[in-house]
């Protein structure tokens, strides 16, 4: 549950900027950069105040601004409880590079934070941004690597088609020869052919077959 008088309590404070006449000279950061031993420009401990800002609101409008669907409420009142590992996890549900979002996004998460009517939203962008360093920091970013496999493409992986029959060209043989006994091949067998007229050629086969027995007669 979040700190609901959080944002009565805490001001939005950020870490110290560079001034904007030395930093458009390079491309370095736009925080001051912190000295090996020096204490956290942007200590833990000012973290959690400005993430117990906070209110969970019923509608998160934050949520419905970002468009990533960051679940912000979420992690926000994990950083506050000092639970950073769960809170990587709920920023890596919907985010696969907050490295980069944290520092490039341009927060419209923080214009529709409902406390940005009085002109002083939560540091939602910030609060990503530590939550991200403190992961890396930690070791609990770790390259994912796909499941072992042959490459694909690779003959090995590629699926064989069953053996279909092979189709000839040529026209099929007889499947039957008119005996010497039999009828010529100019009596032909119809519906009004003569009982006596044994043998037609089908147009399917290309040979002589024998017509069924017509009576005694026949």
């Known amino acids: 549950m979040a700190d609901s008088t959080g944002f009565l309590k805490f ?6 900027r560079r001034p904007v006449e030395v930093r458009i000279r390079d491309w370095k950061d736009v925080y001051v950069a912190r000295q090996n031993g020096e204490d956290p420009l942007f200590p833990t401990a000012e973290v959690r105040k400005q993430a117990a800002r906070c209110m969970d609101c019923g509608i998160p409008f934050c949520h419905h601004a970002c468009p990533v669907a960051n679940l912000i409420p979420e992690w926000n009142d994990l950083a506050r409880r000092d639970d950073w590992h769960e809170a990587i996890e709920r920023l890596h549900a919907t985010n696969n590079f907050p490295e980069f979002t944290g520092k490039l996004c341009p927060a419209p998460c923080e214009g529709s934070c409902v406390l940005n009517l009085q002109e002083s939203p939560v540091t939602i962008k910030q609060i990503e941004w530590e939550i991200i360093d403190r992961a890396f920091e930690e070791g609990w970013v770790q390259p994912q690597t796909p499941p072992s496999g042959p490459a694909r493409g690779s003959p090995s992986s590629a699926r064989v088609p069953p053996a279909w029959p092979r189709r000839s060209s040529s026209p099929a043989p007889a499947t039957t020869s008119p005996s010497t006994s039999g009828p010529t091949a100019s009596a032909g067998c119809s519906a009004t052919a003569s ?17 069924a027995p017509r009576g005694p007669g026949s």
């Open 195 to 211: 009982p006596s007229s044994r043998w037609r050629r089908p147009s399917s086969t290309g040979g002589w077959t024998r017509c």
């Open 11 to 16: 001001e939005r404070g950020l870490p110290p």
